[in-house]
């Protein structure tokens, strides 16, 4: 296995993130604004969440999506994310079970899908590929399972 994987999730994954991020920490920031002056609360504590916002819209999905690297070899499929915490896993052919291919609302909307692997011990994602590119995966790595 190589020490970086070269694959990397669809582009568009860092906007579904944003969204993500933003509808949780928007809610957030309307709540302590809505909570503050009841308990007579400084208004300036709507700066945590407010910041927690412009961090997590702005900074995490970019950061995230560049950490995120993945390859499917004859051998193994190899994943590797994280950004404080970077984990790398290998997943040998002869350990998969069956593999789905998943796809929410929102990953619907930017024509994503995330593929997922299952083992007897686990289930492995790799997360917001094109919908094209997790049917492909998903084939390959089925393909090269039934082989093992």
């Known amino acids: ?3 970086l994987p070269p ?3 669809a582009r568009s994954a860092r906007w579904v993130w944003r969204l993500q991020q933003a509808s949780v920490w928007g809610v957030a920031t309307v709540v302590v604004l809505a909570v503050a002056p009841r308990l007579d609360l400084a208004r300036s504590l ?3 969440p407010l910041a927690g916002l412009v961090v997590a819209v702005t900074v995490a999905p970019a950061l995230r999506w560049r950490s995120w690297r993945w390859d499917v070899q004859p051998e193994a499929i190899e994943l590797r994310h994280g950004v404080l915490r970077i984990r790398h896993t290998v997943i040998p052919m ?3 079970q069956h593999v789905d291919t998943t796809s ?3 990953a619907q909307a930017f024509g994503l ?3 997922q692997i299952h083992t007897a011990a686990d289930s492995h994602t790799i997360p917001l590929l094109t919908d ?3 049917e492909g995966v998903r084939t390959r790595i089925t393909e090269l399972a039934d082989e093992s």
Do not use: K, N
């Open 94 to 96: 002869v350990r998969v």
């Open 132 to 134: 094209v590119d997790a």
């Open 113 to 115: 899908a995330t593929v």
């Open 104 to 106: 929410g609302l929102l």
């Open 1 to 3: 296995m190589s020490e």
């Open 46 to 48: 709507a700066l945590i």
């Open 7 to 9: 694959r990397r999730l």
